[in-house]
């Protein structure tokens, strides 16, 4: 096998892979794009599976990727399958599917940031008489099982679905920073800043509306991160 070709393949999965695949092509790579839309534009640039039938295809289809990293982008959150069936047909994830169900666990935050000496707001699970929550107080309905602001709705006191959990709501810039980590050592790549619902109109106010960057920091602030 030619080693030197098999480093500049790469695999995008997610809800939309084009932008990432255009990206990964402008680098030189060869792209497999696995996403829910197919559109023309990324089969113009790249090898391109559907999302939902990756599963089911044969073992013979994954042999010309085997060895090659995944990149995951948007929409893959819930998609425990999908990393399992990565892993099982050779590709490179540093994402498991048990890491991903505890990176979706609201509890698994709650402590790491206790731990980390982070903020976090207030957030407990279904409903119980041990929990005191007051619905004149501002909380969110949000799903565990979601992504993208969908699932999410200002919570009125009605009984929470056993998958739902409530988070006190807080008012402020919705900042998204990327990061590389190694065990010793933390690099922030760069900081985007959300449109809110006052700046572009959507369907439900929790919606994600895109994003804009890079967003300036302050040197205390990057420090911080």
């Known amino acids: 096998m030619n080693h030197r070709l098999e480093e500049r393949r790469i695999v995008v999965a997610g809800a939309s892979g084009r932008s990432a695949a255009q990206r990964a092509v402008l680098a030189g790579f060869e792209v497999l794009a696995i996403d829910l839309f197919s559109d023309r ?35 893959m959150e819930n998609r425990l399958d999908l990393l399992d069936c990565f892993h099982r047909n050779g590709l490179v994830c540093s994402l498991s599917a048990d890491r991903l169900a505890e990176l979706r666990n609201p509890d698994a935050w709650s402590r790491w940031t206790r731990e980390s000496g982070l903020l976090w707001p207030d957030t407990h699970g279904a409903l119980s008489s041990a929990v005191a929550v007051s619905p004149s107080e501002r909380w969110l309905r949000k799903s565990r099982a979601s992504a993208g602001g969908l699932g999410v709705s200002s919570w009125r006191g009605e009984p929470l679905e056993s998958f739902e959990y409530l988070q006190r709501q807080i008012d402020g810039e919705v900042l998204g920073v990327t990061f590389l980590s190694r065990p010793h050592e933390t690099m ?6 959300s449109w809110l619902e006052d700046s572009v109109w959507g369907p439900s106010q929790f919606l994600y509306r895109g994003s804009v960057g890079p967003f300036p920091l302050q040197s205390d602030e990057w420090q911080r991160l």
């Open 41 to 75: 534009d990324l089969r113009s640039i790249a090898q391109v599976q559907s999302l939902e039938s990756m599963t089911q295809l044969p073992k013979s289809f994954w042999r010309d990727w085997f060895g090659a990293p995944v990149l995951l982008c948007g929409g």
């Open 188 to 193: 922030v790549v760069g900081c985007m800043k």
